[in-house]
Nanobody
Framework: VQLQASGGGLVQAGGSLRLSCAAS????????TAWFRQAPGKEREFAAA????????YYADSVKGRFTISRDNAKNTVYLQLNSLKPEDTAVYYC??????????????????WGQGTQVTVSS
């Protein structure tokens, strides 16, 4: 699986962005796709995930109610809609794919395939 993340940029606080994660090589159908983020000087953290086989979605408490993860089966793409952005959302956002769901699904150890990252910068 090859992942291409895009959609990052510079936005003012309160603004919105939509990130995309397009996959090639294999389909997502039975997989889990997640977004992680890494702010400067901090560890990579889980933001959101979607299970393709049952459409269940999961969010970190810090983004719940502001971010929405979704998918487009035909395009083999996962999106992360970022609304009501805050300066603390500034980070490099990575999409990742896991071939199963388990106890590591909320940390990076559970994911095998990674995109290259896209920078999101929120100014105050």
């Amino acid at each position: 699986v090859q992942l291409q993340a895009s959609g990052g940029g510079l936005v003012q606080a309160g603004g919105s962005l939509r990130l995309s994660c397009a996959a090639s090589g294999r389909t997502f159908t039975h997989y889990v796709t997640a977004w992680f983020r890494q702010a400067p000087g901090k560890e990579r953290e889980f933001a959101a995930a979607i299970r393709w086989y049952d459409d269940n979605r999961y969010y970190a408490d810090s983004v719940k109610g502001r971010f929405t993860i979704s998918r487009d089966n035909a395009k083999n793409t996962v999106y992360l809609q970022l609304n009501s952005l805050k300066p603390e959302d500034t980070a490099v956002y990575y999409c990742a794919v896991a071939t199963g769901w388990g106890r590591d699904s909320f940390n990076e150890n559970g994911y095998t395939y990674w995109g290259q990252g896209t920078q999101v910068t929120v100014s105050s």
